[in-house]
Every structure is written in structure tokens, then in C-alpha cells.
């Protein structure tokens, strides 16, 4: 069940975050209102060094931030971009730019760093758990697996031991009770458990409250030659993280299911990515499968000619986009210095096809773009969600606490595409 529990579903996950996040620089986060485009910053550290902004074709115009907050005007519906130096390191960009018009967002977040993150420390805590005789009717067996979040232990004579790594402080934990047999993955049961977790400590479950878990399937097409893997997990306002409640595994028979717990609400988040055999292209959704049986619909790859870059120019030509994210690798460098400088992009989709142009800001933000040298790129575009709350909150400004609100109607859709070019 490890490798199930802890492997397959904690890797989808991951994966499917981290392309979903890719680029972490300025974002649009709305529509809103006014004359005016409101761009804020999040730097805890101290890594921001300036941010510009222009509109139009109008000049560049240095950002003056007054906690952490600036502001330009912008009358009518026009487009702006705003371009960002930062120190860099981790995941974050050194030199960010975006582009937008005002009809399609108002709101600019600009990340320089991170925080401590919303969940705080993971300690370790261990779960001692008893089970009643029967759950909805299905009658509980030695080696049906215990799990709690990413971690598992096989049941033994309707007991089980499992140590998990969960965020300190009082929360709402699930623990789930699978069947793994020649059916698969088959649901069970499960109970939510109050605990105030601490490092080292002890949590007693006893064999009262629990309830049956009703299957529901996960399935899905994938294009030619793309292999995919995912699952649904769960939440539910008290809890401080998602644990999963079902995994797709097509390599696996009867691995397409996912457990809905019986009275008890909650969001039940689904996840998927595909990729084609050399990882060049990755397929990712998430949604809100509404603990229904959940048919995967997943974007298209990028096909040949939708993406054309030219040195410091871009065409993205994906139909539909509602945007496009483009990490780029070996272009840019710092003066002076010749240290390389990552640079991340987010372009509102602009019609059937886009264009994008880096702007040379070199003596104000102290780069230059390199020549005759190979760059290797990230792009992304985004097909659904742009303007829900979960995908602003992960993209922007604000790290808010998990809350069945964020995560509720969640349809994100993103094609992502890996590869180089080479630059005169």
C-alpha cells in the first residue's frame, strides 16, 4: 500500500502543483474597477530590487511601493505591462514580467519571496487506531490498510499503528480504512478525528463514529502515447491538509476509484497528470469532482508551430488559452556579473494568437539577454480556471489557510511544453 499511499499519489500531486506553479512572477488576480491598475508585493525576505510599469507604448515608469503596495493609472481599456527585478533563488524568478489589458484584470501580484508557508512545521505523530467489526456493512480484515494523510499501516486483529507527518496544532485529521485485492482499490470506511498535533505525540482512535466510504470511479482518455496518473483527496474546514481518498493508476487494475465519505460534506479535489513518454509535454487538472464519478477532462498538447519563440520575441498560438506562463533558462544574465537570471513570464491570452516581446530594461534593472548561446523554456497555457479563487491564491500574493471556500469549484486546466532554442 506504500507505494500507493505514499509513492503514486504524493508524487501526482506534487508534480501537478509544481507545473500548475511554475511561474511564480507577477499575476493578475481579477477584473476589478476604476482608472487605476493596483499592483502588490509579497517579499517577505527583502528580495525585491524594483519593479517598472508601462502602458501602452508609453515609456517605462519606475513603481514606488507604500506597504507593499503601488498603484498606475490606466484609463480605458488598454494594455500595460509591468516588469520586475528580484534577487531570485528557490522557485522564485529573478526578472518577472506581465502583460494584461484592463478589461482582463486591474490587480497585479508580484512575488520577490516566501514566507514560512501557511501549514507550519510537519512533526511526526503516531495514530493508534481500532476498528469496529464492520463498516457500511463490509466486514474488516487483516491487511486491509489504515491510512492517515500519506502514511499507512496494515490492520491486524481490527488494529493498526501508522505514523504520519502532519502541520502542528490543533486540527481535524482523517483516517481512512482501504482494501487492496485483486478488485483494486476498493474504499472502505473512515473517521475524522480531532487532534492537537505536537511532535512525538500520540493520538488514540477508537473503534466509534465511523462511517462508510461509497466508491466512485475515476477514469479518463488520454491523447496517443501519454501515460497518466492521479486521485481525489479530501477536505474539509478544520483540517490543516488534503489526504487522499482514491488514486487512477491505469498501470494498476482496478485503480480508478475514490472513496465519498457518507454525511460528512467537504470538497473532494481531484488531480491528474499526463505526460508523453520524454516528458516534454504535461497535461494537469484539478477540480472539484463534487463526490461524483469523475471523467478526467484533460487539455490537449501543444501541437507543432503553437509555440514560436525568437530570440526575446513569442508567439503562443494555443486555441482558447486564457493565458500563457513561460519560464526561460539561459537568456538573460546579470551585469556585471555574467551570473545566469531566470526569467518567468504571465501573458493574458490576447486572441487567436499572442505575441510577446521581452523588454530591454537592462540599465534599470541591471541584465542583459545573451547571444549565440541555447535557451531552454518552460510554457504553459491555461485553458480553465484563471480567475478562480484557488488558482489566484496559489499564483498571488496572500498564502490563506485551506478552506473548503478555496477549493470549492475548483476547475483548473493547464498544457504545459518543455524545450530549447537557440538564440544568434
Known sequence: MKKVGNGLVA?????????????????????????????TLKDPQSQHVATYYRVGSGSWQQLTFQNNQATFPAQGAVEYEVATR??????????QFFKASTSQTRQVNVTCSHGQGQGGQRVSVTFNVQLPSQIGGVTVQDGDVVVVHWADGAVSSLTATVTAWLP???????????????????????????????????????????????????????PPGFQGQGGVAFF?????????????????????????????????????????????????????????????????????????????SFTFSYPN?????????????????????????????????????????????????????????????????????????????SEPPLSEALLRNTDLALAGMRGSYTVP
Open 321 to 397: 488559452a486564457q493565458a500563457f506562463t513561460l519560464d526561460l533558462y539561459g537568456l538573460a544574465e546579470e551585469q556585471g556579473t555574467g551570473n545566469p537570471l531566470r526569467v518567468s513570464v504571465l501573458v493574458y491570452a490576447g486572441g487567436s494568437t499572442t505575441s510577446y516581446t521581452l523588454p530591454n530594461l537592462g540599465t534599470q534593472l541591471g541584465y542583459t539577454y545573451r547571444t549565440g548561446t541555447s535557451v531552454s523554456y518552460n510554457v504553459g497555457a491555461v485553458l480553465r480556471g484563471l480567475d478562480s479563487p484557488f488558482f489566484k491564491a496559489f499564483f498571488g500574493i
Open 236 to 312: 474539509k474546514d478544520g483540517m490543516k491538509d488534503i489526504p487522499f481518498v482514491g488514486v487512477y493508476n491505469p498501470t494498476q487494475p482496478g485503480f480508478g476509484r475514490y472513496g465519498v465519505l457518507s454525511g460528512v460534506g467537504g470538497v473532494y479535489l481531484g488531480y491528474f497528470m499526463a505526460q508523453d513518454s520524454g516528458f516534454n509535454h504535461q497535461l494537469m487538472v484539478l477540480k472539484d469532482t463534487g463526490g461524483n464519478d469523475w471523467t478526467v477532462s484533460l487539455p490537449q498538447p501543444w501541437a507543432p508551430n503553437q509555440f514560436n519563440p525568437s530570440g526575446t
Open 11 to 39: 508524487g501526482v500531486l506534487a508534480l501537478s502543483l509544481s507545473l500548475l506553479f511554475a511561474a511564480c512572477g507577477p499575476n493578475g488576480s481579477g477584473a476589478g474597477g476604476g482608472n487605476q491598475v493596483t499592483v
Open 168 to 222: 502542528e496544532g490543533q486540527q481535524q485529521v482523517l483516517v481512512a480504512l482501504f482494501r487492496v485485492d485483486s478488485q483494486g482499490l476498493q474504499p472502505i470506511g473512515g473517521k475524522l478525528v480531532s487532534a492537537n498535533v505536537t511532535s512525538g505525540a500520540t493520538v488514540s482512535v477508537n473503534n466509534q463514529g465511523w462511517v462508510a466510504m461509497s466508491p466512485r470511479t475515476i477514469s479518463a482518455t488520454l
Open 86 to 95: 528580484c534577487q531570485g533563488g528557490g522557485n522564485i524568478a529573478d526578472l
